[in-house]
């Protein structure tokens, strides 16, 4: 279950769930608690040891994720975003690799100076991350890039991205490099704000890259190993990430409808909205349905962590599996909010969008069922 990691006793979160409404409402990147974040040693907490943080695994990733989106699931999904980068990127430096740039982002990061993100989506792909329609081409020992990116959480906000592109000299959508690159670096540039539906103040807008002039020390693992990298680092934890931000989000809303339902009175008969037995079965659904998401969240993240042969099936499931729970919670809970919650008197109807950006978010949940159909059908999945 989950563990109280020693960063999370530091973490301001009603401060962060002070401000959640406002950011959402100027659709403005919560700068004040990402700081936050760094100031609790928060963005150090999936780094690992051997590069200055605090190496925590999947199962303590998930209950700080859950606490944090619990408060403001833009912060939340900031703070996957991160924490994935920084696993992909510690996956891609070899063990006898000297001292570089990517080592130098997550020794920054370890002590909070450092926010990574991912730039996996292209317009050309879609949600379809793994592919990619950009393509590298050597130069000087190096590389340049050309990509647009559709949706970059943390975009403009973060220092650094782990950007994905075509590997040079082919032309097969799989055969892929990932490369760490600055985020001030000439040749990239915001194309646009995002104005989302939920999480809408993350700025997951798109990236233009125009001739991004990368050197070799950048690119993460060997040449073509971005594919893998994807795989194997990046989506495991990603998984999680997002299935504790659906767990954070779906909590967040049932506490609010329990607390709208307790102290809503209906005057003429003596009573509250608590009092009526179908709105207290709509809460005890919303409680189920997201007592087995959580319970589930936690034993998956347990197996990964594990390394055990059923994260297979976990790492395939458990996204879509929070994802959808938490838009039913939050609907269940947005109708004992009634009009009230409608009109916005509160943060159910807040939650009741964020909670729909996960299963949109790739893999979407409609990918998922399509790659757990073939896991279990024995099909490949690509
Ligand atoms: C808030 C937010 C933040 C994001 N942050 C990032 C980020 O930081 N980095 C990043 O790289 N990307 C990010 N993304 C992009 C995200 O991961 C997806 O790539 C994106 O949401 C897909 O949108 P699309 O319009 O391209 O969907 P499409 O791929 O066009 O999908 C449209 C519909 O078709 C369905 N569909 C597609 N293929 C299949 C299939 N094979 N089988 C069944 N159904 C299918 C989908 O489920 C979906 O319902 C973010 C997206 C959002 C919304």
Known sequence: MATETPALTQLPADAIAGRAGRVDREARFPRESVAELAAAGLLGLAVPERFGGAGAGPTEIAGAVERIAGACASTGMVFVMHVV??????????EEEPDGPKHAALAAAARGEHLSTLA???????????????????????????????????????????????????????????????????????????????????????????????????????PAAGFGLMMQATLPWFVVGSAACSVGIAGAALEAAVGHATGARLEHVASSLADIP?????????????????????????????AAPSAQVGVLALKAVAAEMAVEVTDLCLRVGGGAAYAKHGPLERHFRDARAASVMAPTTDLLYDFLGKALCGQELF
């Open 85 to 94: 980068a920084m696993q992909t990127l510690a996956a891609g430096i070899g």
């Open 120 to 222: 996996y989506s292209e317009r050309g792909t879609r949600g379809h991350f793994w592919a990619q329609v950009s393509r590298a081409q050597s130069q000087d020992g190096g590389v340049l890039i050309d990509a647009d990116k559709s949706f970059v959480t943390s975009a403009g906000e973060a220092d650094s991205y782990v950007l994905a592109c075509g590997a040079p000299g082919s032309v097969d959508p799989l055969a892929t490099e990932l490369y760490v690159v600055s985020a001030d670096a000439p040749g990239i540039e915001v194309a646009a704000p995002f104005d989302g539906l939920g999480i809408r103040a993350n700025a997951s807008a798109p990236l233009r890259v125009r001739d991004l002039r990368v050197t070799a020390d950048r690119r993460l693992g060997d």
């Open 278 to 306: 179908a709105v207290r079965a709509r809460l005890a659904e919303a409680k189920v349905r997201h007592a087995q998401a959580r319970a589930y969240l936690y034993a998956v993240a347990g197996e990964i962590e594990a």
